[in-house]
């Protein structure tokens, strides 16, 4: 078994970045990171190696986010309703398309794939928890169907239905978009 340091090394960042996206809020995820690693060190002695050591965080990772959403007892798209133009524009990420990747693209284009990207990310925050987190397990953390049914718990013809599901509704709902 590697260190706790070590560990913390490897995989804090991909902890943090799923902690982001499933609440949206960097100083939340944080919160939930430190959550997630003490939970971590204080049951290295029962880590059975059953698994990767990276699934087994992934796998608490979950569930604190899980049990962090439930605790809130609303999702995070109706916050996002509260706020002002002028806090979501100031909360938006802003990345430069095509900046150092040889294609430089149009105005036009960059306005457009920003709104896209929008419309997308609060499509897949609006599905319920349990679309939501098969789906970003998959495309963004790049887990296989064997190791997201591991991570949640569920079986493996569950999470196929679950990413399935997601993809229908986010099709329906972004179906003008989708190119």
Known sequence: MPTFDDIY???GGRIL???NRFTSREQVARDLLQDV???VYEHMNTFENRSQVYTWIYRIAVNHAL???KREKRNLWFNVMDESVGE???RERIETPGFGAGEVLRPDEVLEDRERERFTQRAVDALQAKYRIPFVLLKDEHLS???IAKVLDISLSAVESRI???RKMLVKRLGPLIR
Do not use: M, Q, S
Request: net charge positive.
């Open 17 to 19: 970045n799923l902690l």
């Open 164 to 166: 399935h599901r997601a």
């Open 67 to 69: 049990n962090h959403l």
């Open 37 to 39: 690693f003490v939970k």
């Open 9 to 11: 090394r490897e995989h």
């Open 145 to 147: 169907y064997g190791e």
């Open 88 to 90: 979501l524009l100031r």
